[in-house]
């Protein structure tokens, strides 16, 4: 569906939305050492973990979030429903099918589904680069810990609404959206 036949307007908070799982089966990350140095870094090998739901938008420098159980649709559903009660009037995702379930396709939310396997068109996965930098690389005891640090994390980027800009504002994005109609009477 195209934004504009959507009734989506210049005005219209338009996020780009993903999911990320966090999980206590940590990955090993690249980091910085002396030449000749061997780096060692703990791994956890647990299988817990839990989604987080996430809608960026690059142009105002918003970011909404809400953690879900898992990926399908009555899960997404409350995600979507934590976006509109953000202000979130539209939402560009992946074609997922949780993202196509009857639960989502009655939301009052247009969306635009981006072409299979194009994460790199998706400013949502900026900022998960940027979590797993700020959480991976350790363990945790518990679940709760690693959210409570994605948590942390997420209300400083929130409250920064220029590095959000930075992070995620691409300037291809902005051009489409200007584009849009302006608002309507």
Known sequence: MALQDAGVTQETCVAFADELRVGLHGQVRRVLAPHGMAVVQ???LCYEWIYLAL???GRQGT?????VAGMDASEI????????ADGIGAVVWDGASSHRGELILEQDLPRVVQPPA?????PAERVFEEIRRYIE??????LAEK????????RRLAA????????????WIIECLERLPGQQT
């Open 42 to 44: 703990p791994r956890q």
């Open 55 to 57: 809608a960026v938008d």
């Open 63 to 67: 970011v909404s979030w809400t953690w």
């Open 77 to 84: 559903e409350v995600a979507v429903e934590a976006w509109q």
């Open 118 to 122: 194009s994460p790199e068109l998706n």
């Open 137 to 142: 690389g350790r363990t945790y005891a518990r």
């Open 147 to 154: 959210v409570h640090r994605v948590e942390n994390w997420l």
């Open 160 to 171: 920064d609404p220029g590095r959000i800009r930075r992070l995620c504002g691409w300037d």
